[in-house]
């Protein structure tokens, strides 16, 4: 049974456009969440999370969305460059003995010059 | 640039050979993690540590998988047998804690065909 789901496994935009990357969660003990990035032949690096008591955090070009009662985030890339074409994974985790992060499969991420 | 190291990235292995992946995980960090990626069920955690204690290794087939950390700077992850199915990329990634401001680090991972 998958907590954390990423329905879209691609997404395709243009450069300089927004891109929005959606992420749905089951579990209602999850209280912390993250969005990671991954290149080919590399390990998913840590881009940007946001913790249940805020509903938006925002670093540069990166902004994430949490909307509790939906159980849904969504990652914003605004300009998109060419640059952020990866594998975008959602991942959240509880507090209160559990760390471990628990992660969707993935959007394939693509932006075209 | 501090990271993590895994070795080796890459490995071919007949089934029912032993396969021992090896993790160096940043200095000072005292929660490591195994990951495994597959296409069909995304990013699975198979075990972690803190402080080389093994708190969770639920999601870890235990009669063929074990993982270990003889020391703060070596974690290592053993398959006997190996079998088609174990097929993957393995990741371990390691942080401070529960590492909830600035996540985890990973290493490059290592890619594993038994035949």
């Known amino acids: 049974d998958q907590q954390v789901k990423q329905n879209s496994p691609s997404l395709s935009v243009q450069e300089g456009r927004i891109s929005i990357l959606n992420c749905d969660y089951t579990n209602s003990m999850f209280d912390y969440f993250l969005w990671y990035k991954k290149y080919p032949a590399e390990g998913p690096t840590f881009l940007i999370s946001i913790s249940s008591i805020k509903d938006k955090n925002e670093d540069g070009r990166f902004t994430v969305f949490l909307n509790k009662s939906a159980k849904h985030l969504s990652l914003h890339i605004v300009p998109s460059q060419p640059g952020d074409s990866a594998v975008y994974f959602c991942a959240a985790s509880a507090w209160g003995g559990s760390e471990k992060l628990v992660f969707g499969k993935g959007t394939k991420l693509t932006v075209n010059p | 640039d501090a990271r993590v190291t895994q070795t080796p990235r890459h490995k071919v292995t007949e089934m029912g050979q032993e396969v021992t992946m090896r993790c160096q995980p940043i200095?000072?960090?005292?929660?490591v993690f195994w990951y495994r990626q597959t296409m069909m069920q995304g990013l699975e955690l198979l075990a972690y540590f803190r402080n080389r204690a093994p708190l969770d290794d639920s999601g870890m087939p235990k009669d063929r998988f074990s993982a270990e950390m003889p020391d703060a700077t070596l974690a290592t992850l053993k398959i006997q047998p190996s079998e088609p199915r174990d097929s993957a990329v393995y990741f371990c990634?390691?942080?401070?804690?529960?590492?909830?401001?600035?996540?985890?680090?990973f290493g490059s991972g290592t890619r594993l065909t038994v035949v």
């Open positions: 990634a390691s942080g401070l804690d529960a590492g909830r401001d600035y996540g985890y680090t």
């Open positions: 200095l000072g960090h005292n929660t």
